[in-house]
């Protein structure tokens, strides 16, 4: 297999296009896994998965550098596995053991990783996109060219705060790119019923903010797509929208029946434009790896997240003591 070969499509090398399947396989089993542990009852709360909508997280990684920086929402697994957060802290995390991101007290909705600068899942919607400014702001401030991401959904587009926030970055020129994961559906409503205007991404013209709209379940659109922007933010243009059109498979979260769509509306999309599988045919297509190779990688891929969910089950509670830590910074 020549790993630097270019395939006819997209000038994209063998090597990167197999690596984005085996990250996108990876937030899908984990997601399928994490489904199967709520059902078991290991998982407390709420719990929204992003499958379906892999192609957006991956496509942006694969852009970002050292250092840059992401917050999102609740439907934020995807995010932590796909910026190197360790599967088996997040599983743990999920299911409120002490080896969890948060040491067990986060849950779904509430882990962070200094290291991997994530910032959160956040569970009031819109709430995040006020933080991710800031934290750009705290790069303007440094001096440095980094960029922030700041990722919200469709219904949180509807959001005040995202307006203000919209202001603010595009005033003072700071280097975020606000993400709307647009999966059709905020919670239970359609898009179309609850949006006044159908192109998000013009959202930010009034504050003088660029956008696109992308492909969101096609990762090298996306790729692309960001690739634009990042560029936009480092060269000190100030902010940028890229609304991915995505979906999701699933409900809202675990306890959603989403009566709200037909079972062939979501059919027909993981038929004809499911993100994993176009990356799939693009390798098969491109002789960069045989079924027999696709095969192996997904048995690798089972067996990370099945470790991760060992992981979780055997990992303790936290202690009633951490009821009482991390409450307050010390100054």
Not at 129 to 148: I, Q, T
Not at 156 to 182: C, D, H, R
Request: hydrophobic content about 35%; charged content about 25%; aromatic content about 10%.
């Amino acid at each position: 297999m020549a790993a630097k070969k270019k395939t006819g499509k997209s000038n994209t090398s063998a090597e990167e296009l197999l690596g984005y399947y085996r990250d996108m396989l990876l937030i899908r089993r984990f997601e399928e896994k994490a489904g199967q542990l709520y059902g078991m009852g290991l998982i407390g709360g709420f719990c929204h998965l992003y499958i379906g909508q892999e192609a957006v997280i991956t496509g942006i990684e694969a852009v970002t550098e050292e250092d840059d920086k992401r917050i999102t929402s609740y439907r934020d697994h995807g995010h932590m596995l796909a910026c190197g957060m360790d599967p088996k802290g997040v599983m743990a995390e999920l299911t409120g053991r002490e080896g969890g991101y948060s040491k067990g007290k986060g849950g779904s909705m509430h882990m962070f990783s200094k290291e991997k600068h994530f910032y959160g899942g956040h569970g009031i919607v819109g709430a995040q996109v006020p933080l991710g400014a800031g934290l750009a702001f705290a790069d303007k401030y440094m001096g440095n060219d980094r960029v922030s991401f700041a990722y919200f959904g469709d219904g949180a587009a509807n959001q005040g705060q995202v307006y203000e926030t919209f202001n603010m970055a595009s005033l003072w020129k700071l280097p975020v790119i606000f993400v709307i994961e647009n999966n059709q559906y905020a919670m239970g409503t359609s898009q179309q019923r609850a949006s006044s205007t159908p192109d998000l991404y013009t959202r930010g013209a009034a504050f003088g903010i660029p956008g696109e709209e992308v492909d969101g379940m096609d990762v090298l659109a996306v790729k692309a797509a960001t690739e634009k922007a990042v560029a936009h933010c480092r060269a000190g243009e100030g902010p940028y929208i890229l609304e991915m059109t995505t979906y999701r498979y699933r409900g809202h979260s675990m306890s959603d029946p989403a009566k709200y769509r037909t079972r062939e509306e979501v059919q027909k999309v993981r038929e004809e434009r499911d993100a994993i599988e176009h990356v799939r045919e693009l390798i098969l297509a491109g002789n960069h790896a045989s079924e027999d190779d696709l095969k192996a990688i997904d048995k690798e891929i089972k067996a990370v997240v099945n470790e991760a969910a060992d992981f979780s089950r055997e990992s303790p509670e936290p202690a009633l003591e951490e009821l009482w830590t991390d409450i307050y910074a010390e100054a």
